[in-house]
């Protein structure tokens, strides 16, 4: 137990009182936290890691055997579209889905109350998720080489990992967006009705060219369809991501410059988002 | 001064929250805000805290705005309507909010004072009300504040444990710190503080020591049945209230019970279903607004 205080740094301060770390100490912390509070929903994990894995295990091995024109197997072009799905998931239920419930909670209330800026917050939930994505996609490639026959250069692996990751942190202000948009009972149902729409359409499940005329049509209006594109273009030639798509190649450019516009768009719906919901919490 | 509130205005649409509060705060003083539900007290601490801005008015934490990071880093809280992640334990969510303030103090001493050393590795979900409240006084101390804000702390718990809870309060002052809270429970405000603000309908209504405010604030009712005529009750200055209460129950709102039924029993008054309990706060609050006549 402290003694009384002493004054330092024109406070009153105890004794036993000592400065806490700095700035990526903090972030550290506050991604620890998230972490380990995930690790104990088992539901989560399951939900994140093993759903993209088993859902590829369904499709892939069967079409293992399909080449496209030229030369790449399909079951090597459905490994990242799972990937993606799970990383989908994160955004819209890891960023948006528990962002809403915990302001349901009163947990960001008192968070404003403290010293922490509000980008510890979701800077947190951005360390976790890329974790949770990175170990997602490990299992996902392992299982793909050993049961779907998928082969790709040890610089491919690492490209599709980092097209895939690089992708979901510009997607993740989606999350945000819906986590201070969403009233928080509403969040999970409006997460659901986005996130499978949005993964049939923009061919993660299923090869766009074997689905309706209309989902082709409109997924080049998707910043998820292009996220897919630009994954498929770091390992495919372009031949082979047309024939598997149905959708002529608008460009890695266009690609890039919708998820970057995506970025910045939700960004700033989410900021807006965030001060509306502090506002309303300031009354 | 640690806190002010210089003639703090709050609307809601046309609903006034607070009509005009001044107070002023200086270091060291342990403050209970007393009043009704609804009265304005955890308005009042939400402005102070810089999280409600004020229609008009201002309010100032250490002599600047209370928006400063630097204030909030000086400053502990316990909100109402709070909540903590259910998945983390009692010693690691204390670890996390350690780090959100510039200065912390050692989380076995913030558990020992919070009384919450043999739950140190309980997850929050399976923390009891009372436990969950000892784990938010937890969090707010962590930083080693210089001013304590505690709406409604007690509100969860049973007499023992607000007994114990303000223990550890008047523990953390002891270090010199400022202490502001807000409670329904007079009797805790007078065992704890050394300065009341009682506040009704927005403004403050009475302010002073314990005993100043208790002399003005009914804090005890007295009920009987009996055939008395109600005047024998009412002008006197020991009495803020009287009901007759449906049963034909005599409810009177007295600071001095002893006295009332000593000077009864006198008169050879024959008394029935005696009981003399706490005073509803918010009856003895009305009384006080009333004889006060809403004046300003």
Redesign the interface.
């Known amino acids: 137990?402290?003694g009384?205080?002493d004054r330092r740094d024109g406070?009153?301060?105890?004794a036993?009182?000592?400065?806490?770390?700095g700035a990526w100490?903090?972030w550290f912390?506050?991604a620890r936290?998230e972490f380990?509070?995930?690790l104990?929903?088992p539901d989560f994990v399951i939900g994140v890691v093993a759903i993209p894995v088993l859902l590829f295990l369904m499709f892939a091995p069967p079409n293992a055997r399909a080449m496209l024109p030229a030369g790449t197997r399909v079951s090597t072009m459905m490994m990242p579209g799972f990937g993606a799905f799970g990383i989908l998931s994160l955004v819209l239920f890891a960023f948006g889905v528990e962002i809403a419930q915990?302001r349901g909670?009163?947990?960001l209330?008192?968070?404003?109350?403290?010293?922490?800026?509000a980008w510890?917050y979701l800077g947190g939930k951005l360390a976790m998720s890329v974790l949770y994505a990175a170990v997602t996609l490990l299992v996902l490639f392992g299982v793909a080489a050993a049961f779907a026959q998928v082969r790709l250069s040890p610089q491919q692996w690492l490209q599709v990992a980092g097209v895939m990751l690089a992708g979901g942190v510009a997607l993740a202000p989606l999350g945000f967006a819906l986590g201070f948009l969403a009233r928080p009972r509403a969040a999970s149902t409006i997460g659901n009705l986005v996130f499978l729409p949005l993964s049939f359409a923009s061919g993660f499940f299923l090869p766009l060219s074997s689905l309706p005329d209309f989902l082709r049509n409109l997924a080049p209006y998707l910043p998820t369809y292009h996220y897919g594109r630009l994954i498929w273009s770091s390992f495919a030639p372009a031949a082979d991501i047309t024939a598997y798509t149905g959708i002529e190649p608008a460009g890695t450019l266009v690609s890039v410059a919708w998820l970057a516009g995506t970025f910045v768009v939700f960004s700033l719906v989410a900021v807006w988002a965030y001060r509306r919901d502090r506002r309303r919490?300031?009354? | 001064m640690v806190v002010e509130m210089l003639g703090v205005e709050k609307r809601y649409g046309d609903v006034r929250a607070l009509a005009g509060v001044d107070l002023a705060v200086a270091e060291g003083e342990v403050v209970g805000f007393l009043g009704p539900n609804g009265a304005g007290k955890t308005t009042s601490i939400r402005v102070m805290l810089g999280l409600t801005q004020p229609t008009s008015g201002e309010a100032r934490l250490f002599g600047g705005s209370p928006d400063r990071r630097e204030a909030r880093g000086r400053v502990g809280v316990m909100l109402q309507e709070s909540g903590v992640p259910s998945a983390l334990r009692v010693r690691e969510i204390v670890e996390l909010f350690s780090r959100y303030y510039p200065f912390a103090l050692p989380t076995d001493e913030v558990l020992a004072r919070a009384g919450l050393e043999p739950r140190a590795r309980a997850l929050v979900s399976t923390l009891s009300g009372g436990e969950r409240q000892r784990l938010y006084f937890a969090l707010a101390i962590v930083g080693d504040p210089d001013l304590l804000f505690l709406d409604e702390p007690t509100v969860a718990l049973d007499v023992e444990g607000r007994r114990a809870f303000w223990q550890q309060v008047v523990g953390f002052a002891e270090l010199g710190k400022t202490v502001l809270f807000t409670t329904h429970h007079l009797s805790e405000a007078d065992a704890v503080a050394r300065r009341l603000v009682v506040i009704d309908s927005g403004r403050i209504i009475a302010e002073g020591t314990p005993s100043e405010v208790k002399r003005r604030v009914a804090d005890r009712t007295v009920r009987f049945r009996a055939d008395l005529p109600v005047s024998v009750l009412e002008g006197r200055p020991d009495v803020q209230r009287v009901d007759l209460e449906p049963g034909g129950l005599w409810a009177v709102y007295t600071s001095e019970p002893e006295r009332l039924l000593r000077e009864l029993f006198a008169q050879g008054a024959e008394l029935r279903d005696l009981t003399v309990t706490d005073a509803d706060l918010e009856a003895a609050f009305v009384a006080l607004t009333r004889r006060e006549g809403v004046a300003a």
Do not use: I
């Open positions: 137990m402290t009384p205080s406070r009153r301060l105890s036993n009182a000592r400065p806490s770390g100490g903090l912390a506050q936290a380990v509070a995930s104990r929903a915990e909670k009163g947990w209330r008192l968070m404003r109350a403290t010293p922490a800026p510890v919490d300031e009354g």
